[in-house]
């Protein structure tokens, strides 16, 4: 059964990916399947949290021109009219705009008596005071744990307690290799492991376990207290939650952890503490509330901050329930009181409401009710009114030669450095998601691990590794050097006697790095430079292996383990030919005349998995090195067609992949190619380039009707969004002529560079400069080396002719699309279910993380510890933090970012539109229940269609 109750509550729960790959996600996506509106004030309940801003944010949009002040009146108007409030409309707006913006304020002025008093005060007990004390403890204690109310009546501590324990735990087994001194026997599982941590015999499964703590505490609804215990810490819940869901993490293979193991553990330090007290579980709970009801309720309203200071000093000298009776009666008529006053004072405001008191209430509740929900979608509309009066003013010519095309990622930091690359020279641009149609599993050179290099949305079935192209023995040496010298830097930070020795050992090495990036981070920068380890030229395994290579390679593996494992044993040289005996008598189960140990043997069988089931395994993970030729014309054909790009090539198609430069930023990743899983997408851009520039490939395509002239080159490149550099990637397939035409391309995109980041510097705090620009990228006390994302709000697909000669301040997600290709709208579909879903998750972590940056945000950079290398906590324990910094989304305690849903522009025929958002099952609620705005450009037909309500309304 419980199983069941945890199945139900895991989807309320958001995925937390590790932050070496910070995936930007929806905190609410579990609610995806219900409309927006109702969504956010479900998750409201839940979660505490604010889900739109302040009244007083968007009146200030409104009075400074942001909100149109004709789309505001419109949706107020369909607001009253379907609460049947149509002719107070002047009321309202009166009310919306000068009013709500300082409610509180009028709670406390003094007001006269007023006539139907009474019957206001019977309707504030009615509709906003619990009628009974039950029902008021029922509200009070709604999301609250057993000890923690326990703690509210009893003031003890228990929460700080428990919360430190479990968290003391998780940290250790959750650990990537932060601590030099692991969590033994880590590989039995989390509640196993547990066990013994605890020195507990505990004989159950995780479930079994939950079933018998919540039958010792007497809990009624399993299933709501289960999801209790997973919001008190849903920052480490959700990382739990992607480990136990994402089988192919390596630290989740190893070393396993689920929801059910975290809820058992959370449970066992409930009961192990409240089994000591007085009041062991809600059966007692329930019997001593309901003989000190009046107490119970005066304490937990001080728990919760709602008790006013002269409240709790007459519960210091109150004695017996009558006394707190009474306290809690005065207390309960000055909230009425209060609600009172406010409403009479509000009414002072508006003397033209031609109903009675009752009515009037009644009449500012629905509008606060709605408010939030008008606001946003005001503010959404007047950006939709603003976008489409550009799109429809562009000029849709085209010249028709070009020396070179750029192709960007759709990232909204692209979009200035596209403009201004257009205007300077014979270029035009490009946009699709950054890992251009071709997911990968990337093994970098001189890295042991992979890294998914594709929306994490997507597998990728593909492996790709890069080799050295020429000798790197100095490459070699200094990453050996560098890499001693961070061991010994982190031995140095676990060993007790560091203190003794570190001064004099490395002071000076932590002298030049401490004062030079403080005071002169970007000359630091550059002298440290000429000693880090410069990577040569490499090459990349696109090409797949031969049936004999696939064998070949997998024994190389299993017969280099054999021969150091027995020559450390036996004392002596072992020969290839004992190697391969010992390989086939473990392998292929073939008979040994040597004479080894059978206890090696089986070790090397077990422990270092030589034996059927690896060599089968090795064998399928090196079937996926590379690609076919026909994989490769299926992706360079899918990647052109993305992009509108099947006919009057360019001599020069130049493929960014992007990444970022930061210092002291663990939030680096964030700042990285959001299509790339958090990663860098140069790898990406290789890789399709070198497909692209294979003449084998575009004679499949020739056949396919996609001519690429042999003169064509596709030139891999990288953007680096905190300092706007274009670097050009494997310009050694150019000619001596095509290098010459490069140079004056490289000196066209340096102008463009630097076009774009004084732009920029014009949004940053404390940049004026191109130089502070760079500055900002290698300072490692800078909170915000560049604004990422924020201010994201819109998404165009369609023709860069459409969008091309307007500056939209990188803040729109520009994805090429040509409709004219698309007749089946199979292009589309890709696009709405890979491109756009990702594009939503940025724009919902955004939006929340500035709704309420303590709830579903990150909290300020300032307080953040690094934990277990999987993310950031506050002080010494805490949850772990899920959302964006405040530094990301404020500024100087301001909002930054504008948070509104993502308004996406589809420039194409009603009815291809229709066609993708039938077949995109990924995308579909969020289209459906209006997580994003969807804008349909028809210029087929010339008619614009809005999306709302299940409906294409025409506009």
């Excluded at 961070?486 to 020795?501: A, C, M, R, S």
């Excluded at 010339?942 to 409906?951: F, L, R």
Aim: some cysteine; charged content about 30%.
């Amino acid at each position: 059964m419980v199983n069941k109750n945890i199945d139900n509550i895991k989807s309320i729960i958001p995925q937390y990916w590790p932050i070496k790959n910070f995936i930007h996600h929806n905190p609410l996506k579990g609610f995806e399947k219900q409309h927006f509106k109702n969504a956010v004030n479900k998750a409201k309940e839940i979660f505490e949290g604010n889900v739109y801003m302040e009244p007083e944010y968007y009146v200030n949009l409104y009075m400074d021109g942001t909100i149109r002040e004709d789309i505001f009146e419109e949706n107020l108007l369909k607001v009253l009219e379907e609460n049947n409030y149509k002719k107070y409309f002047y009321e309202a707006k009166k009310f919306l705009i000068e009013i709500s913006p300082n409610w509180n304020k009028y709670k406390f002025e003094k007001i006269n008596k007023c006539i139907d008093e009474e019957e206001l005060i019977e309707f504030i007990k009615t509709e906003t005071i619990e009628k009974t004390t039950e029902e008021t403890i029922k509200k009070l204690i709604k999301n609250l744990t057993l000890y923690e109310i326990y703690d509210a009546i009893f003031d003890t501590n228990l929460k700080d307690q428990i919360e430190k324990d479990i968290i003391e735990f998780i940290t250790r087994f959750l650990d990537e290799e932060q601590t030099t001194l692991s969590m033994y026997q880590r590989n039995l599982g989390m509640f196993n492991v547990f066990k013994y941590y605890e020195g507990e015999n505990i004989q159950e499964s995780a479930e079994v376990f939950i079933e018998k703590i919540l039958e010792n505490l007497k809990v009624e609804d399993k299933e709501n207290y289960l999801l209790i215990h997973l919001l008190k810490q849903v920052g480490w819940a959700g990382f739990i939650k992607y480990r136990s869901e994402d089988k192919d993490y390596p630290f989740q293979q190893e070393y396993p952890s689920s929801i059910e193991d975290y809820l058992a553990i959370r449970l066992f330090y409930e009961h192990k503490y409240i089994s000591k007290q007085k009041i062991s579980d809600f059966k007692k709970l329930n019997d001593f509330i309901n003989q000190n009801q009046n107490y119970v309720i005066l304490k937990l309203l001080k728990y919760k901050g709602k008790l006013l200071p002269k409240f709790v000093d007459l519960m210091e000298t109150a004695s017996s329930e009558g006394e707190f009776k009474e306290i809690l009666r005065i207390y309960k008529e000055e909230e009425i009181n209060i609600i009172k006053n406010q409403i009479l004072n509000i009414r002072k405001e508006i003397t033209t409401f031609d109903k009675d008191i009752v009515e009037f209430a009644k009449f500012i509740y629905t509008l606060k009710n709605e408010e939030g929900y008008l606001w946003l979608k005001s503010l959404e509309d007047s950006y939709i009114n603003k976008y489409l009066s550009e799109f429809l003013s562009s000029n849709p010519s085209m010249e028709k030669s070009y020396l070179a095309a750029a192709v960007f990622c759709i990232d909204v930091r692209s979009e200035s450095i596209r403009r201004y690359l257009e205007k300077i020279g014979p270029y035009f641009t490009y946009g699709v998601a950054g890992f251009f149609g071709v997911p990968i599993t990337f093994i970098e050179l001189d890295k042991g691990h992979e890294q998914f290099l594709c929306p994490a949305i997507i597998k990728p079935k593909n492996t790709v590794f890069e080799l050295p192209k020429e000798g790197y023995k100095e490459y070699k040496s200094r990453k050996k050097m560098f890499s001693i010298l961070k061991n010994v830097l982190n031995d140095l930070k676990n060993n007790p006697y560091t203190p003794f020795i570190m001064v004099e050992a490395v002071g000076w090495l932590f002298g030049i790095n401490l004062f030079g990036k403080t005071l002169f981070p970007r000359q630091i920068d550059k002298f440290f430079s000429k000693f880090r380890p410069k990577k040569p030229k490499t090459i990349y395994t696109i090409n797949k292996l031969t049936d004999d290579e696939v064998e070949e390679f997998a024994k190389k593996v299993h017969f280099k383990i054999i021969e150091e494992f027995l020559t450390e044993k036996l004392k002596r040289n072992i020969s290839l030919s004992e190697v391969e005996k010992v390989w086939e008598y473990l392998v292929l189960n073939k008979s040994l005349d040597l004479n080894i140990p059978e206890e090696f043997l089986e070790i090397l069988k077990t422990k270092y998995s030589v034996n059927k089931e690896n060599y089968e395994m090795q064998k399928e993970k090196l079937r996926q090195v590379g690609f076919t030729l026909e994989e490769k014309v299926s992706y360079v054909k899918n990647f052109l067609q993305l992009i509108g790009l099947t006919q009057n090539f360019p001599k020069f198609v130049f493929v960014f992949g992007h990444g970022s430069k930061s210092d002291n930023n663990p939030f680096e990743s964030a700042l990285d190619c959001g299509a790339c899983g958090g990663g860098v997408g140069l790898p990406n851009a290789r890789v399709i380039s070198m497909m692209a520039n294979d003449k084998e490939v575009r004679k499949k395509l020739l056949e396919e009707g996609i001519n690429i002239p042999e003169y064509v080159k596709f030139i891999p490149s990288l953007h680096n969004t905190t300092t706007d550099e274009l670097f050009l990637e494997n310009l050694d397939i150019l000619n001596d002529e095509e290098l010459k035409l490069i140079e004056k391309i490289k000196s066209d995109f340096e102008k463009a560079s630097s076009k774009s980041r004084l732009e920029r510097a014009k949004f940053l705090p404390y940049t004026e400069t191109e130089e502070d620009i760079f500055t900002k990228s290698c300072d490692w006390s800078e909170p915000r080396p560049e604004w990422g994302l924020s201010k994201n709000n819109a998404f165009f697909i369609g023709k860069r002719e459409s969008t091309k000669n307007f500056p939209m301040f990188n803040r729109v997600f520009l994805h090429s699309y040509n409709w004219e290709e698309d007749e089946d709208g199979n292009v589309l579909t890709t696009i709405f279910s890979g491109p756009l879903v990702v594009g939503e998750w940025i724009n919902m972590e955004h939006y929340f993380s500035t709704t309420d940056n303590e709830v579903f945000g990150a909290g300020s950079k300032v307080y953040h510890n690094i934990v277990s290398k999987v993310g950031v906590f506050f002080g010494n324990f805490s949850d772990l933090k899920i959302g964006l910094p405040e530094q990301t989304v404020n500024l100087a305690d301001q909002p930054y970012h504008e948070p509104m849903r993502l308004i996406t522009f589809v420039e194409a025929p009603i009815d291809i539109v229709n066609k993708a958002m039938q077949k995109s099952a990924l995308s579909n609620n969020i289209i459906k229940n209006e997580w994003i705005r969807l804008v349909v450009l028809d210029r087929k037909d010339n008619k614009i269609y809005k999306y709302e309500n299940n409906n294409f309304i025409e506009i």
